[in-house]
């Protein structure tokens, strides 16, 4: 899954609108994030398989680290205590962990059974979303636009930064996420150099997030 973490993240925003956005995608992308550094040092592996799924050329056969989820609980808890660390908010502190959960729930949804659930053991889970072309296209867009506009809604761009480059990240993740269904990977190195250009988009998301400011709602009685 691709544009749908990137919907939770754009949608967490309305939940604590003190979190930026740059890190709840740095939350929501954290797994995806760290994968291809360690598929450049060789501690994680990925095959191209056409056909795998419907959906994915890819066959996610070892990655223990980044997506099993005893770790991945780990990471989520880390990930919630430095955030505690460093802003004192226990309930960005929260939701910053559960963004960091949400990947592998995601994950889970959308893979074959290839999801460790422990680094070491035998047991792997997955629904399959991906083995049908249309279910994923409509529960990745679903979750992808109602987060946009969550984010959309309950933010306003303070000056004209704030909205181009705001509406500048939507278009760039809609283009890669039809350029990466376009065809196969030449190679493992090309998929993990591409991958980690993702992380530019944690800055963009710090970027857009100072230029709007959070839409006070009346409280809720
Ligand atoms: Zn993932």
């Not at 059974?113 to 991906?130: K, R, V």
């Not at 933010?155 to 480059?165: E, K, L, S, V």
């Not at 196969?184 to 709007?212: C, E, K, M, Q």
């Amino acid at each position: 899954m691709f544009l749908g973490h990137f919907g939770v993240a754009f949608g967490s925003k309305r939940i604590v609108p003190t979190v930026s956005l740059g890190t709840l995608i740095l939350a929501a992308q954290l797994l995806d994030l760290v994968w291809p550094v360690l598929l450049l040092l060789g501690v994680e592996h990925v095959r191209i398989d056409p056909g795998n799924t419907a959906f994915t050329p890819l066959d996610f056969y070892d990655y223990p680290i980044t997506h099993s989820l005893l770790l991945v609980l780990i990471w989520s808890l880390l990930f919630g205590g430095v955030y505690y660390g460093l802003r004192r908010g226990w309930k960005g502190a929260v939701l910053v962990g559960c963004a960091v959960l949400s990947h592998w729930i995601l994950d889970f949804l959308t893979h074959r059974p290839d999801l460790p659930l422990s680094p070491w053991g035998q047991s792997f889970a997955g629904l399959g979303l991906w083995n049908s072309v249309p279910a994923t296209l409509l529960v990745e867009w679903t979750i992808f636009i109602v987060g946009v506009f969550l984010y959309a809604f309950s933010t306003r761009p303070i000056d004209r930064t704030g909205r181009y480059a705001f509406w500048g990240l939507v278009a760039f993740l809609v283009l890669s996420s039809i350029a990466s269904m376009a065809g196969v990977p030449p190679n493992v190195d090309a998929i993990a150099y591409t991958s980690l250009f993702l992380w530019l988009l944690v800055p963009w998301g710090y970027w857009i997030d100072r230029h709007r400011q959070p839409v006070s709602r009346p409280p809720t009685a």
